[in-house]
Structures are given as structure tokens and as C-alpha cells.
């Protein structure tokens, strides 16, 4: 399945939970198909080991926690800490199989999917080791899996035991050339969205199908975790990357009645009670091997010491081609070699369609011609700055997408001056599609508007944003702009058009749908007004415009009156 969805499970023990479920393993890790794992071997029920610092609490059915001097390193927002789900159809409903209900020995099935056998053995110290086995199975599985999600401060990196694996969730997917990388560097192209509220980007790096023997670990210097699937094909070893922590979830698709699975996972601390010095400095990148296809060196860069809270200020960077590859941006956007942003990046990119800007670090500025080995490109554009007073960083490196990021980092400090919140206008505001602060989920920048397309995209918001508080309190009329490829083939809904307050975290006045015979002409813009009220002056304002699939749309702007 390919989709992403939030979830709250009912059995998240009065804490509000938040799941992140992506792609075909990830679609069975919903509320209906939560489930932790059996734990045997030595540990009777609420019964607690420990050694040198590290501790982790389970019985018979899961794993609740680990502690690492006191500290509970499991991202509880998920439930408990390690689990088996399982489903049989592939969708989340409440009759997946779990274990977090079951009696140690059968997955739990409320529902119209019949458990099967399953054995968990926890042993060691540090490392933590976990055997687990399901099967036979009594039925056919659509999906089953394992997975294990500790706080993001604990780890930086990913590694995958083959040389080329997937980023992306839902319907986008792209290659990468490597075995791993820096987590922050995981392509997140979907929009995490709890309860009407934008929480920020969301994406996987997997192995999908991956052979037996294969493995995924992420590691973060003190902490580390291995995991490896030794029986039940095909399979998947998926890490992913979401604002609020970084999960490893082996699994299974298309399981046969009467197979068996089994996983070896290890987590294990390097040094439980250190805390290390900083890393000192790196050395300067040695020169390119003769005959690397992607290859940089850092010309000239040009960012501002300061500017004020909330401004825009340019910004530009030289780099030169030392690689064997033309760098050049295609038609379609796929694969292009670009400048992107980069942890610990903190200002907005404002490229229009020169690139995107999804979260401070998935950014990118496209080259604006192409630029052959030898040859040197500026990229010029503005950035705008925190709204707050204090320090910014600006920090970007050459990436060619979905294959390597290369050549020298950048980082630039930019001290941020005044601050505060811009007093609110009246009259016209414009916002365009492709415009700086606009958020886009589907499609893509083309020819002067932001468009999505049904060979192209999925579902979903392919316009949010600016955030603006320059909305003053009243009543206004937001008028949204586009136009679609045929105006007469049916009259499904094509749009959805929305204003939304993200400070109150609730809509304002209607929301409006568009269909698409409203449209008097193909190919041709026409305005459809949304009215709504804003009660309080100084609150961010999302122009927001949900695309259904059934049809071409443009969207060329928002007007606020």
C-alpha cells in the first residue's frame, strides 16, 4: 500500500500517541494493527534486566522500555517499545493481529485475521539481543513486522546492506545509489499532519524486496541498532525519518499460510555513562579520485553576517564542476544535481520554481543551465530569516538526487537583529502557487503555477501555506486561482479549497469544492472566492488547496482581500 496516515492507538495508555505509517510494510502499523512483542527466556511478567547502566523492562507478550542510565531511549509516542503487527488484507483496521493483548503464545486477533504462533527470546546485556519468530502461519499475511523506534537524539546515521535502496513514502519513491547516510538526509517528501496540524516532512530509506542475510542498523555513535531478517521472503528493511523520532521496521509482504519468519535484532551502547567531547573539525575534503562522476569545489560564497528577524536577504554560492558528469536539472525534475540544504540549516530557501523548499533542511536551487566538467555555476537567490531575533545558519552542499550528496558543506552564521511579528495590512495580499512559503504535498512548479497531474501524483494538499499574519481581523475573501486540462469529461470534484488558522488549529468559514464542470473553458484560470473570518490579529493563515486525482489543475494564486 502506498499511503500515509496518523493515527491515535487506543491502547496508548493515556499518553496521545502519534503513528506514523508509510508504504507497503509501514501501512500495517496503525492503531488497528499495533502490536508489541512476546518476551520469554528468563524474564517472567513486569520483570526488569539490567546491566552496567542499560536496563529494559518486559514480559511475556513485550518489550515496555530501555533505559539507559534512567533514561527511557524508546520514542513512546509510539506503543511500548518493540512489537510484532500484522495484517491480513494490508489495510489498518481493528481486526489486525497484535500481541500486545495475547496470552505469549498467539498474535491477538479481535478481528476477521486469525492469529498465528509467535515466540520471542530476549537475551544478554549489552547488547540487548532479540530472536523472533511467527508461523506457521495460519493464514495468508498482506504484511507483517517488527518495528523498534527510539527518540532522534540518540542516532545520526543508516546504513543498509546492499549498494542502491529507496527514499520517499506514499506514492514517491526515488533511488539512492548508496548504503546509507546522515538520517536527516532521507528524501521526506510527505507532510506529517496530526489532527489538522502540520508537524513537518515524513520519509523512508528502504530495502524493498531484500534477501535473507540482508540487514539495516542505525547508529549514533553510543547507541546502535542492528537488524536482520534470516527467514521469510520477500521482505523489507525500512528506516524512517520523521520530525519526532527514527524507527528501524523489518517486515514481510505476501506471506503464505503455513510459513514461518524469524528476526535477529541487537541493540547495543558503546558507553552508557560517557559523554563524549565534541568531534573536532574536519580535516578539508581530499581532491576527487580521477574519474568521479560527481565532483565539487567551492568557488566563491557570498551570505550576509546579519539582517533583520522576518527579512529576506540574497544570498549567493559559486561552485565549480570537478566530476565527469554534466550537472543538469530535467523537464520532469527527477534526478536533477542541485544545491540543497543541509543540517544545521535554520532560514527558508525562497527559490520559487527555481527548486523547492519543503522543511528547512529539504531545499533545494536547481542549476540554471547546464553546466559541463570544467565549468563553474553561481546560484543566486533570496533567504528569508527566522522571525525571532538571535543566530541563523545557512549550510547547503551539492547533491545529485537520488543517487549521492558531494563536494564541500557550506555553513554560514548570520546574526539575526530585531524581531517580532510584522504588524497586519490591510487590503490585498497575493500569494503565488510557487511562491516563497507555499508548502506543496503532490505536483510541481510549472510555467508561472503549481500543478499536479493524474499520471504524476496521488492525492493530497498540492498547495499550504504562506503562514502569513499580515490577515487583519474581520471578514475577508480568499480567491484561489486555477484551471484544469477538461472541463467537460464528468463532474467530479477536482479541488477542495480551505483557509485555515495553524495558530487555533481549526478551520475559518467553509471550506469550498470545485468541480469540474464549474469551470466555463479548458485550459483557462477562473477565480472561486472562499469567505472567511479572523478573529484574531497576529495568527498564521494557511491558503490551502487539496487535490482529489481526477483531473490536471493549475493553481496559479491566492488573493486575500
Known amino acids: 500500500m502506498n ?46 534486566a539490567s546491566a552496567g547502566g542499560l536496563s529494559y523492562s518486559a514480559d511475556a507478550r513485550q518489550i515496555y522500555s ?47 485475521c486469525p492469529g498465528s504462533p509467535f515466540s520471542f527470546r530476549v537475551t544478554g546485556s549489552n547488547p540487548i539481543h532479540a530472536s523472533i519468530s511467527v508461523g506457521p502461519l495460519v493464514t495468508d499475511y498482506a504484511l ?6 527510539m527518540t532522534p537524539e540518540h542516532f545520526s546515521t543508516y546504513t543498509v546492506s546492499v549498494a542502491r535502496h529507496e527514499e520517499g513514502c506514499g506514492a514517491s ?9 546522515l538520517l536527516s538526509s532521507i528524501w521526506s517528501p510527505c507532510r506529517l499532519v496530526y489532527d489538522g496540524k502540520y508537524l513537518g516532512q515524513v520519509g523512508q530509506a528502504r530495502v524493498r524486496p531484500s534477501a535473507v542475510g540482508q540487514w539495516a542498523e542505525l547508529d549514533g555513535g553510543k547507541a546502535k541498532i542492528h537488524a536482520a531478517i534470516t527467514a521469510g521472503n520477500p521482505h523489507v528493511l525500512a ?27 541487537d541493540i547495543s551502547f558503546s558507553d552508557p555513562g560517557a559523554t563524549p567531547p565534541p568531534p573536532p573539525d574536519p580535516p578539508p575534503p581530499p581532491p576527487p579520485p580521477q574519474g568521479t562522476a560527481d565532483a565539487a569545489s567551492l568557488v566563491a560564497v557570498n551570505v550576509p553576517a546579519s539582517g533583520v528577524a522576518g527579512s529576506q536577504v540574497s544570498v549567493s554560492v559559486t561552485v565549480k564542476n570537478t566530476g565527469t558528469a554534466t550537472w543538469s536539472e530535467p523537464a520532469n525534475h527527477l534526478g536533477g544535481t542541485r544545491l540543497g540544504s543541509i543540517a544545521p540549516g535554520t532560514v527558508t530557501w ?12 529539504d531545499q533545494r536551487a536547481y542549476v540554471p543551465a547546464s553546466v559541463a566538467p570544467g565549468a563553474s555555476v553561481t546560484f543566486s537567490f533570496p533567504i528569508k530569516l527566522p522571525a525571532a531575533a538571535g543566530s541563523a545558519t545557512f549550510a547547503a552542499q551539492m547533491v545529485h538526487d537520488g543517487v549521492t550528496w558531494f563536494g564541500p558543506t557550506i555553513t554560514k552564521a548570520i546574526t539575526v537583529t530585531g524581531g517580532g511579528t510584522p504588524p497586519p495590512v490591510s487590503g490585498s495580499l497575493v500569494f503565488e502557487a510557487e511562491g516563497a512559503g507555499m508548502g506543496h504535498v503532490v505536483g510541481r512548479a510549472e510555467s508561472g503555477g503549481w500543478a499536479a497531474a493524474t499520471a504524476l501524483d496521488a492525492p493530497g494538499h498540492m498547495l499550504f501555506g504562506p503562514y502569513t499574519t499580515a490577515v487583519t481581523v474581520g471578514h475577508h475573501t480568499a480567491t484561489f486561482r486555477l484551471l ?23 478551520m475559518l468559514g467553509a471550506t469550498r469544492d470545485v468541480h469540474r464542470r464549474d469551470l466555463s473553458a479548458a485550459f483557462q484560470y477562473q477565480d472561486f472566492a472562499v469567505g472567511f473570518d479572523v478573529p484574531t490579529a497576529g495568527h498564521q493563515l494557511e491558503f490551502r488547496v487539496y487535490w482529489d486525482d481526477t483531473s490536471y489543475v493549475k493553481v496559479d494564486k491566492v488573493s486575500v482581500n
Open 3 to 48: 499511503r500515509t496516515q496518523i493515527c491515535v492507538p487506543a491502547s496508548a495508555r493515556s499518553r496521545l500517541a502519534t503513528v506514523v505509517v508509510l508504504g507497503a510494510i509501514g501501512s500495517a502499523s496503525g492503531c488497528g494493527a499495533t502490536a508489541e512483542v512476546a518476551v520469554g527466556d528468563g524474564l517472567g511478567a513486569g520483570e526488569a
Open 66 to 112: 530501555i533505559n539507559w542510565r534512567g533514561t527511557d531511549i524508546c520514542d513512546k509516542s509510539r506503543v511500548d517499545c518493540l512489537m510484532v503487527i500484522g495484517s491480513c488484507s494490508g489495510a489498518d483496521t481493528p481486526g489486525n493481529v497484535r500481541s500486545t493483548d495475547s496470552d505469549g503464545h498467539t498474535l491477538l486477533a479481535p478481528g476477521s
Open 144 to 149: 507483517l513486522s517488527v518495528p523498534l523506534c
Open 173 to 181: 519513491w526515488r533511488s539512492r545509489a548508496n548504503n546509507g547516510g
Open 239 to 265: 528506516i524512517t525519518n520523521h520530525p519526532y523520532t527514527y524507527c528501524i521496521e523489518p517486515g514481510w509482504e505476501r506471506l503464505s499460510r503455513g510459513s514461518t519468519v524469524t528476526l535477529e535484532m
Open 350 to 361: 525562497v527559490v520559487g520554481a527555481g527548486g523547492w523548499s519543503r522543511s528547512l533542511t
Open 484 to 506: 484544469v486540462d477538461n472541463n467537460t469529461a464528468d463532474n467530479l470534484r477536482v479541488v477542495r479549497l480551505e483557509v485555515y488558522d495553524y495558530t487555533a488549529n481549526r
